[in-house]
C-alpha cells in the first residue's frame, strides 16, 4: 500500500491546488527555465556552474551591502546542489536560479526567484563588479519578470534591498519597482546595522492597453519607444505566450504566428536585430510548414525582411520586399497589403540615401493609404514624404 501522507517528490506543500500544478510544471520542465535576451543567456544554475562563478563570487565588492562572505568552492558546491532542487527541502518554498553569460560566453552573475506562502514572489540578483553599469541587470531582471508574468502567473513581485545599495534602489525603479515599505534594523553585519526597503511591482495581463506602446519617429524615420520597458515586457509576453500555445485549431496556430511577427517587430525596434531576426523567422516558416491562409504568410514575410532592413541586408531586404509588393500588386487577396509593401521599400531607400526612389514608394503608400482611411498610416506616409522631401533639397 502507497504512503500517500507525504507529498510526491514533484508537489508542493503550499494550499492553493492550482499554485501546486504550476510550479510542479516548471520543476519538471527545465527548458521552460531557460531564458536568453539580446546580449544574455540565463541557464538554471547547477554544479556544474561552480567553477564558473566562482572567481566572479569571490570579489570583496559584492558583499558591501549583503550579509555574507565571498564563498568557498565547497559551500558554493553544497548550495548548488540545493538549489537544484529548485525547491525547498520542506517543499514550501519555490527556488530558481540562474547562471548568466553573455553572447561572448563570459559568466558575470546569477539571477534568483524565490516564492513562499507569507511573501509571494520576490527576485534578487549578483552582478560581478567589472561587469556593472552596461545594462546586464536591467536586461536580464527583464527576462526574469517576463518568466515569473508568463510561466508563474506572478501577479506581484517583491524586492528586499539595503537602503545604502543606490544602484539597485535606481535599478529596481527602473523596472517600474515602487516602496511599499521601510524596516529599520533589518540586519547587522560587518560592524553596522542595515535598514530595508521592501519593493512591490504589480504586473500587468497581456492586453496591449496595459503596456504603453507608443513610438516617435524621428529624422532616420526608425520607431523610438516612450516606454522602452513597457514595449520589451510586452514582446517578450507575446513571444512567451505564442510558444506556450497548444494550438489545437487553424485560429490558434494563426494567432501564433501573428505574436510571434509582432513581438519580432517590437524587438526590432527595440534594437534587439538578433531576437527579431530569430523570432521573425520563426514566425515565417511556422506560418509556411503549417500552410496557413497567404495573407498571414505574407505579413510574416513583410517582417521578416524589414528586420534584415534594420540589419543592413539591404540586397535581400530589397529582392524580398519587392516579391511581397509584386504578389500584392497580382493577387487581389494580398491587395490589402500593397501599401506596407510601399512603406517599408520606401524605408530601404531612405536608409541607402535612395531618396528619389524612397519619394515615389512613400507617394505611392500615401494614396492607398488615403483610400484607406486610416488616418495613422497616412500620417506616418506624410512624416517619411516631408523629411524625404527635405533630403532631396539638402541633395540639390
Not at 501522507?5 to 504550476?22: A, G, M, T
Not at 553599469?133 to 508563474?152: M, N, P, T
Not at 530595508?196 to 503596456?211: A, G, H, Q, R, V
Request: hydrophobic share 35%; charged share 25%; glycine share 4%.
Amino acid at each position: 500500500m502507497n504512503d500517500t501522507s507525504e507529498p510526491r517528490d514533484h508537489e508542493f506543500q503550499i494550499n492553493s491546488i492550482h499554485l501546486n500544478k504550476v510550479f510542479s510544471n516548471v520543476i519538471k520542465n527545465s527548458a521552460a527555465l531557460f531564458l536568453s535576451t539580446n546580449r544574455l543567456s540565463l541557464e538554471p544554475i547547477n554544479i556544474g556552474h561552480v567553477e564558473n562563478l566562482l572567481p566572479i563570487l569571490n570579489d570583496e565588492q559584492i558583499y558591501e551591502y549583503l550579509p555574507q562572505n565571498p564563498p568557498t568552492r565547497e559551500k558554493l558546491l553544497k548550495q548548488y546542489e540545493m538549489w537544484e532542487a529548485r525547491r525547498s527541502p520542506d517543499r514550501t518554498q519555490l527556488w530558481l536560479n540562474w547562471a548568466v553569460k553573455t553572447t561572448r560566453e563570459q559568466y558575470i552573475g546569477y539571477f534568483q526567484v524565490g516564492w513562499d506562502e507569507k511573501n509571494g514572489f520576490y527576485v534578487a540578483y549578483v552582478i560581478g563588479p567589472k561587469f556593472q553599469k552596461q545594462g546586464f541587470a536591467f536586461e536580464g531582471l527583464s527576462a526574469v519578470i517576463s518568466f515569473l508574468r508568463v510561466h508563474l502567473e506572478a501577479k506581484q513581485i517583491r524586492a528586499w534591498i539595503d537602503t545604502r545599495n543606490v544602484a539597485s534602489i535606481q535599478l529596481i525603479k527602473k523596472l517600474g519597482f515602487v516602496q511599499i515599505d521601510f524596516i529599520k534594523n533589518a540586519d547587522e553585519f560587518k560592524g553596522s546595522k542595515s535598514d530595508e526597503y521592501i519593493f512591490l511591482l504589480e504586473t500587468k495581463s497581456l492586453e496591449s492597453s496595459n503596456f504603453d506602446l507608443q513610438c516617435d519617429d524621428g529624422e532616420n524615420l526608425k520607431a523610438n519607444p516612450r516606454n522602452s520597458l513597457d514595449v520589451a515586457m510586452y514582446a517578450d509576453l507575446l513571444y512567451q505566450k505564442a510558444l506556450q500555445s497548444e494550438n489545437h485549431t487553424k485560429e490558434d496556430l494563426i494567432q501564433s504566428v501573428r505574436s510571434l511577427g509582432l513581438a519580432g517587430h517590437y524587438y526590432k525596434i527595440l534594437g534587439r536585430f538578433a531576437e527579431a531576426h530569430r523570432v521573425t523567422s520563426f514566425s515565417l516558416e511556422s506560418a509556411r510548414q503549417s500552410h496557413l491562409p497567404d495573407i498571414v504568410i505574407l505579413q510574416q514575410e513583410i517582417r521578416y525582411f524589414d528586420v534584415l532592413r534594420f540589419q543592413q541586408k539591404w540586397e535581400d531586404s530589397e529582392k524580398g520586399l519587392k516579391q511581397c509588393l509584386h504578389r500584392c500588386l497580382t493577387d487581389q487577396a494580398l491587395s490589402y497589403y500593397t501599401d506596407t509593401a510601399y512603406q517599408h521599400l520606401g524605408k530601404l531607400m531612405y536608409d541607402q540615401n535612395r531618396f528619389e526612389e524612397a519619394h515615389q514608394y512613400f507617394n505611392l503608400a500615401l494614396q492607398l493609404r488615403f483610400q484607406k482611411g486610416n488616418s495613422e498610416l497616412t500620417q506616418s506616409s506624410h512624416f517619411a514624404l516631408s523629411w524625404t522631401s527635405q533630403k532631396l533639397s539638402e541633395g540639390k
